[in-house]
Structures are given as C-alpha cells and as structure tokens.
C-alpha cells in the first residue's frame, strides 16, 4: 500500500503562483507514474500533470501547458507541482497519484490523496 498527502494548497491571486507538494509513504518502491489531477465542483476529475518514475515521460494538459510544470524526488518520495500564472478557471480540488492504470495522463490510477483546495480569486 501507499499513502498520498498533499498540501500547499489555499488562496491565490489571478497570476500568482502556488506550489502542491505530495508526500508519499509506505511501500514507495512499488511507486512508478505519478501525477497531479483536479476537479472542480459540477465537473469531472481533469488530468492536469503526470510523469514516468525517471521523468522521462512527461504529460501536461492543453488548459495548463507553459504555466505548470511537475517534478519528483524519488530520494524523498515527494511529488511536485509548481503552479505559475494562476487563473480563476484553475480554481479546483486537487490531487495526487500514484501508479497508472493503463497510460498515465488518464485519470485512472491505484493510489490517490485526499486532496487539497487551490482557489484564485481575482
């Protein structure tokens, strides 16, 4: 098993910048894709960020290319997202995950957090 605990979220201005942050325990050598996902009230969950274990394989969404950018740090078992130039319509629950079910810029995966809000209010 793996547990995901994000933070960094909260209240932001429109074009300001927030970073997520993923902490990752338990069998953590077992973790491979990881990736950041959101949603927002009275839609689905969107694919936002996702990575391969070495980074080699990178996937960003159309609505966040250019200003997000996601990282990793397999030695402390942290996941990443740097969030630049924040709009209202990034406002969302978002959340971390772990081990792809198929390929990783789907929103199907085995291992999930509990979520954090990020609001940007203009």
């Known amino acids: 098993q793996v547990q995901l605990v994000e933070s960094g979220g909260g209240l932001a201005q429109v074009g300001g910048s927030l970073r997520l942050s993923c902490a990752a325990s338990g069998r953590t050598s077992g973790v491979h894709e990881m990736g950041w996902f959101r949603q927002a009230p009275g839609k689905e969950r969107e694919s936002v960020a996702a990575?391969?274990?070495?980074?080699?394989?990178?996937y960003y969404g159309d609505s966040v290319k250019g200003r997000f950018t996601i990282s990793r740090d397999n030695a402390k078992n942290m996941l990443y997202l740097q969030m630049n130039n924040l709009k209202p319509e990034d406002t969302a629950v978002y959340y971390c995950?772990?081990?792809?079910?198929?390929?990783?810029?789907?929103?199907?995966?085995?291992?999930w957090g509990q979520g954090t809000q990020v609001t940007v209010s203009s």
């Open positions: 995950a772990a081990n792809a079910i198929g390929r990783l810029e789907f929103p199907h995966y085995y291992y």
């Open positions: 990575l391969s274990r070495s980074g080699g394989n990178t």
